[in-house]
C-alpha cells in the first residue's frame, strides 16, 4: 500500500527558509513522478514543483529559483523521499502543501504539475509565511 507523509511544515518570516518533507512508502517502481501542490484558502489545489523518474525539474514561475525539489531513494533504488527546499519566502506562499504520486508509466516531470484522479495524495503540511 502507498503512502505519502508529509512533515516539516510550520512559521516562517518573509524572507526566511523552510525545508518539507514527504516519506514515500510502499512504492518499489522505476517510473513515476513526484510533485509538490499547494492549496490557499479559498483556492484551489495547485501544482508548482515536480520531479520525474528520469531527474528532469519542471517549477511554475512563481517559485523558480526559489524553491527547489529533490528525491531520496532507499538501498534498494526505489524512491523514499521527497523534498521542498524554500527560500527567499513570500507571504504568498502561505498554504498547505501536499505530495503527489504518479506511477506506474512514463510521467515526463511537467505532465505531473496538474492533479491527477490516478495519483496517490499526502495529507498535506501547513506552511505560512508571516509579512
Known amino acids: 500500500q502507498v503512502q505519502l507523509v508529509e512533515s516539516g511544515g510550520g512559521s516562517v518570516q518573509a524572507g526566511g527558509s523552510l525545508r518539507i518533507t514527504c516519506s514515500v512508502s510502499?512504492?518499489?517502481?522505476?517510473?513515476?513522478?513526484l510533485a509538490w501542490f499547494r492549496q490557499a484558502p479559498g483556492q484551489g489545489r495547485q501544482g508548482f514543483a515536480a520531479?520525474?523518474?528520469?531527474?528532469?525539474?519542471?517549477?511554475?514561475?512563481s517559485v523558480k529559483g526559489r524553491f527547489t525539489i529533490a528525491i531520496t531513494n532507499d538501498i534498494a533504488g526505489a524512491v523514499s523521499s521527497l523534498s521542498l527546499q524554500m527560500n527567499a519566502m513570500k507571504p504568498e506562499d502561505t498554504a498547505n502543501y501536499y505530495c503527489?504520486?504518479?506511477?506506474?508509466?512514463?510521467?515526463?516531470?511537467?505532465?505531473?504539475?496538474?492533479?491527477?484522479?490516478?495519483?496517490?495524495w499526502g495529507h498535506g503540511t501547513q506552511v505560512t509565511v508571516d509579512s
Open positions: 503527489a504520486l504518479r506511477r506506474g508509466g512514463m510521467y515526463f516531470s511537467s505532465q505531473c504539475l496538474t492533479p491527477a484522479t490516478d495519483a496517490d
Open positions: 510502499g512504492y518499489g517502481g522505476s517510473n513515476y513522478c
Open positions: 520531479i520525474d523518474s528520469f531527474g528532469g525539474t519542471s517549477y511554475l514561475p
